[in-house]
């Protein structure tokens, strides 16, 4: 029943899995949206709502916030997309997977209103079934994470009590624009007139097209970097240490904020820990401070130990994860979802500061709407060995023009193709010496490929409850043909397809 259920969804248009439509308000319309929510009695609109868009770190953050409200006590709903391992990772109440059977229930109470709406999306559908759902459950915060875009997405049909819009880069650019400015303002269509917007840090000419929209639609602005800052302390491959400042002095003149101990949140906030790495994500969780400093300016019961308690235990796994951390001979093993160049060379950069000195080898797959050869050449700058593969999305570059783009490349001496992730994977192993790291990168998808392949290989290495266990046959519908509901546990044992010498 609940496998039905998948097939039903993403056997409508699915742009997920597709991204050669015009991005127009014909076949990006919200109203599709707005009259199954209708139908449903708009269930919208019976809980509090946060509202995240951006290109780079909008998951992360939106994690962070919605750690952070749980943390204080309030019933939470979070709406994310796409997802690692299973379907059910995109609808969360109180930080737990909506059930199997649950889904299959869900869907038949909203099937008539679906099924009244011609041209309606399988992304449509699954925002309806999120917000349905949180009002079922009785959520009475909902943090939900744009798709793509923000003007034109099918999210956008809510009025949050706080906006939020994450570091803007040059991504879908055949849809958005091929600017930072005409992306920022992609984005900034969520910010509701008179609603507070969150802005993490941006390069000026994304920033300045953020501000110029928030103002005409007088939505006060809170920049960080401006408003917030933070200050690294310490970081190891357990978490970070920093401090995060109200740099504009909002709190200390805002009185009662709201919070549960009655007083307000301190102007500087020192100590506070994350186990999630780089110092980009310090950036984000200072945006999801700043959400949480906003929302108790507003009256919402969210006080210091609230925003610690809930940083310390944030959870967004296949970014920058260290799998193993592999001691001077042995491999670490790293996980991350970089697919754009900045990513890319940020994950570079977090590599060399945790494992100085260490051979590189890369384990990539692309999809085939980024900028391949960019990316590629973020790790052949750094003399990674590069292991090329593609995951099972319909969406991946073969691995073959991958190896073509690497070919150009300075810096590029070792190559090798694998016709799946966990045979480059396993490749990357067999070949890594002592000492070395073996990164897995690319895509979501690719990522979590390779943390299902590491799990078949070390079924003790995850926990108990991780995603990864949830994992479903076909990656939920996706795939062009069916594939193996499991991977073979004796992964590294698997020939690579092809080796060439650039």
């Known amino acids: 029943m609940y496998q039905a259920a998948l097939d039903y969804i993403y056997n409508y248009v699915d742009y997920e899995r597709r991204r050669n ?41 939106a994690a962070g916030i919605e750690s952070i409200l749980r943390a204080a006590g309030l019933r939470t709903g979070f709406y994310t997309s796409p997802h690692l391992h299973t379907f059910r990772e995109r609808i969360r109440v109180a930080g737990r997977l909506i059930e199997r059977d649950e889904v299959v229930a869900l869907l038949e109470q909203c099937k ?35 798709g793509l875009g923000g003007r034109l997405d099918a999210t956008n049909v809510v009025i949050p009590d706080v906006s939020v819009i994450t570091r803007i ?33 941006q390069a000026d000419e994304a920033l300045s097209a953020i501000l110029e929209v928030a103002a005409q639609r007088s ?12 200050q690294p302390l310490s970081a190891d491959l357990a978490g970070q240490v920093f ?21 307000p949140l301190p102007r500087e906030l020192s100590g506070l820990a994350t186990p999630l790495l780089g110092e980009h994500q310090l950036a984000n969780q200072t945006t999801a401070i700043a959400a949480g400093a906003e929302l108790a300016r507003q009256g919402v019961a969210i006080d210091e130990r609230a925003i ?14 260290v799998l193993q951390a592999g001691g001077a001979g042995d491999t670490a093993v ?135 266990r949830e994992a479903e046959p076909a990656a939920a519908s996706w795939q062009v043909s069916q594939q193996p509901a499991t991977l073979p546990v004796q992964a590294a044992s698997l020939p690579k397809t092809e080796r060439q010498t650039a």
């Not at 939505?219 to 933070?230: E, F, I, L, S, T």
Request: include cysteine; aromatic fraction near 6%; glycine fraction near 10%.
């Open 169 to 201: 880069g040059l991504e879908h650019t055949a849809l958005l624009g091929d600017t930072l400015d005409e992306i920022a303002r992609e984005k900034a269509g969520i910010i509701k007139p008179g609603v507070p917007v969150v802005v993490g840090p």
């Open 334 to 468: 790293v996980i991350d979802s970089a697919h754009t160049v900045e990513s890319a060379n940020l994950l570079c950069d977090a590599l060399d500061a945790f494992f100085p000195g260490r051979r590189l080898r890369a384990v990539l797959g692309v999809s085939n709407d980024k900028d391949a050869s960019s990316i590629l050449a973020a790790f052949a700058a750094r003399g990674a060995a590069l292991h090329l593969t593609q995951s099972r999305h319909p969406r991946a570059l073969d691995p073959g023009e991958l190896a073509a783009a690497a070919s150009g490349l300075d810096g590029v001496s070792d190559v090798a193709t694998y016709s799946s992730v966990v045979e480059a994977l396993a490749g990357a192993l067999s070949e890594s010496g002592a000492g070395s790291v073996v990164c897995v990168a690319g895509s979501l998808f690719v990522a979590a490929e390779g943390r299902e392949a590491w799990l078949a290989l070390h079924p003790d290495a995850l926990p108990a409850e991780d995603w990864a």
């Open 21 to 61: 439509v015009a991005y127009t308000e014909i076949a990006w319309d919200l109203d599709r949206t707005r009259r199954v929510l209708a139908a449903l009695g708009d269930p919208q609109l019976r809980y509090h709502i946060v509202h995240v868009a951006g290109s780079k770190g909008k998951g992360s953050t």
């Open 219 to 230: 939505a006060p602005a809170v920049v960080v970097g401006r408003d917030w800052r933070w």
């Open 112 to 146: 008539p209103a679906i099924e009244r709406v011609p041209g309606i999306t399988t992304f449509e559908i699954m925002t309806v079934l999120a917000m349905q759902y949180f009002a079922a459950q009785q959520v009475e915060w909902a943090v939900l994470e744009v």
């Open 243 to 263: 401090t995060a400042t109200d740099e504009s002095g909002a709190l200390a003149q805002s009185g009662s904020n709201g919070a549960v101990s009655g007083q």
């Open 308 to 321: 610690r308690r809930g940083l310390a235990v944030v959870y967004w796994p296949g970014r920058l994860e």
